[in-house]
């Protein structure tokens, strides 16, 4: 056994790969591994990479870089890179070349092979590079550390099919695999008799949940089940996807008790042409749709979303319906991103690149109105009440606890012992663009 031996995680990317990187941790302290918050003290060090956009690997790659130092002092230091972009043959290539300190590369696919590799490792002193190309059926049930006490992920899909012109993630994540309701529901009741009050499911297109199994059940199905379960406090899912949401699930959200009333829904583009051109299946007016749907059954809600500037021809008419379309809409907030060309997708074949600093005035354009937008929308829950699920100590300011409003905002309260993973009442008395500040009223 591994007695006394560290282990370090870094994980960069999506709600994916945190779950993942608690299956890691899982089946490293079943190996005997313990966790460290010291990168010094570290046995084995993984990096958990993302590839979706070309920024989220250059941190990997200077991350390697200094991990050489570490190696140095420690021989027998084992250092191991898996996730979605060793998925891809180019950085896999590369870290074999330039990268002597890496001494496991695992993809996606055979992340469960992670013990029996390192073992191997260890054995026979070698270096392992072994990547699945594709997808073997579900990745089997694999023991897992959470980072939560109270919260949980719970995968109901992997994979996607929807293959955005723009995305990697359909080549780094395999075609869409539903899991069985059963499972998600065996596995959702343990939780809560774990402790769990609040789980997220996820999938890249939770809409689409079941369609591959062929059965007279959808996502909205499964939400009434878990509605159900009792103890269980909170429901959210990750990500929705604008073509697949239908009035069933609004409707089930509207009924039931549990699910969050926070809708992210990644829009993209506020342009038709665009929208087209990323294979997103959805027109402006189908989203508007949605979102007049939602405002309708769910009246007291947050809409978020994702929007891509720079999209390769995208005109400064397509650019300005995107800015028409957020001020339509009113987001409590976006995630905005510039198009950044993955080789191997579709529209990093297009020859109507955008230039970075056009991109850019765009970017800053788009923050800006939406960061007012952000505000004046916190700004209406000033002298509110809302329940918070209290997470702990806020990051910037110990002397702080933080939480989540059922429409997942944060906000931030004076500290009090005994109320971590409890839903407290706060009010709300200061707002800013990301954050809202308030006094607890009810424990
Ligand atoms: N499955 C989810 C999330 C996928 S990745 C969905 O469909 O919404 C999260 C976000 O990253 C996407 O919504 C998109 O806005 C952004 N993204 C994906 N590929 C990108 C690229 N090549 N350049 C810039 N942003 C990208
Ligand atoms: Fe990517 Fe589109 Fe799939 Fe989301 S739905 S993961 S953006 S291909
Ligand atoms: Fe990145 Fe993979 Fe998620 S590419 S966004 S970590 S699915």
Redesign the pocket.
């Known amino acids: 056994m591994n007695k006394n031996k560290y282990y370090f995680i870094i994980t960069y990317g999506?709600q994916m790969n945190e779950h993942d990187s608690e299956k890691v941790a899982g089946m490293l302290e079943e190996m005997g591994y313990k966790p460290t918050t010291e990168l010094k003290k570290a046995d084995f060090i993984f990096l958990n990479t993302c590839t979706?956009?070309k920024n989220a690997e250059l941190k990997v790659y200077g991350k390697i870089g200094s991990l050489k130092q570490l190696k140095r002092k420690n021989p027998d230091l084992v250092i191991a890179v898996g996730g979605c972009m060793m998925q891809v043959s180019e950085p896999v290539d590369k870290i074999k070349k330039k990268f002597p300190q890496v001494d496991l590369v695992i993809g996606t696919h055979n992340l469960h092979k992670l013990p029996e590799l390192l073992n191997q490792i260890k054995n026979n002193d070698q270096r392992i590079i072994t990547v699945w190309d594709q997808e073997k059926g579900i990745i089997p049930d694999l023991p897992s550390v959470r980072q939560s006490k109270f919260k949980a992920w719970v995968t109901i899909m992997q994979g996607?099919d929807?293959y955005?012109s723009?995305?990697?993630?359909p080549y780094v994540r395999g075609r869409e695999r539903s899991r069985l309701k059963k499972e998600i529901i065996t596995e959702v009741k343990n939780l809560v008799a774990d402790g769990v009050v609040e789980i997220t499911l996820l999938g890249?297109?939770v809409n689409s949940y079941a369609h591959d199994l062929n059965q007279n059940y959808g996502f909205a199905d499964l939400l009434k089940e878990l509605d159900q379960i009792k103890g269980l406090k909170r429901i959210r899912y990750m990500?929705s996807?604008p073509r697949d949401f239908d009035l069933s699930t609004i409707k089930t959200i509207e009924e039931s008790e549990k699910i969050c009333e926070h809708f992210h829904l990644?829009i993209?583009s506020g342009s038709n042409k665009v929208l087209e051109m990323m294979n997103r299946g959805y027109s402006k007016e189908d989203y508007l749709k949605i979102i007049n749907l939602i405002n309708k059954y769910v009246p007291y809600n947050s809409i978020t979303t994702?929007?891509?500037v720079g999209f390769p021809g995208e005109s400064e008419q397509d650019f300005a319906e995107t800015l028409d379309l957020v001020k339509e809409v009113m987001f409590d907030m976006a995630?905005t991103?510039?198009?950044?060309?993955?080789s191997g997708?579709p529209?990093a074949k297009k020859d109507n690149q955008i230039p970075e600093d056009i991109k850019d005035k765009r970017l800053q354009q788009l923050m800006k109105i939406q960061n007012k937008i952000s505000l004046k929308k916190n700004q209406k829950l000033l002298n509110k009440t809302l329940k918070v699920l209290v997470e702990g100590e806020s990051k910037n300011n110990p002397e702080t606890f933080m939480g989540r409003s059922r429409t997942n905002k944060l906000v931030i309260f004076p500290k009090n012992e005994g109320i971590t993973g409890k839903i407290i009442k706060v009010k709300i008395d200061k707002a800013q663009s990301w954050t809202l500040y308030g006094k607890i009223i009810q424990t």
Request: with cysteine; hydrophobic share 30%.
């Open positions: 999506c979706v956009r996607c929807n955005c723009y995305c990697i993630v890249q297109n990500t996807h990644p993209q994702d929007i891509i995630f991103f510039k198009y950044s060309k993955r997708t529209a």
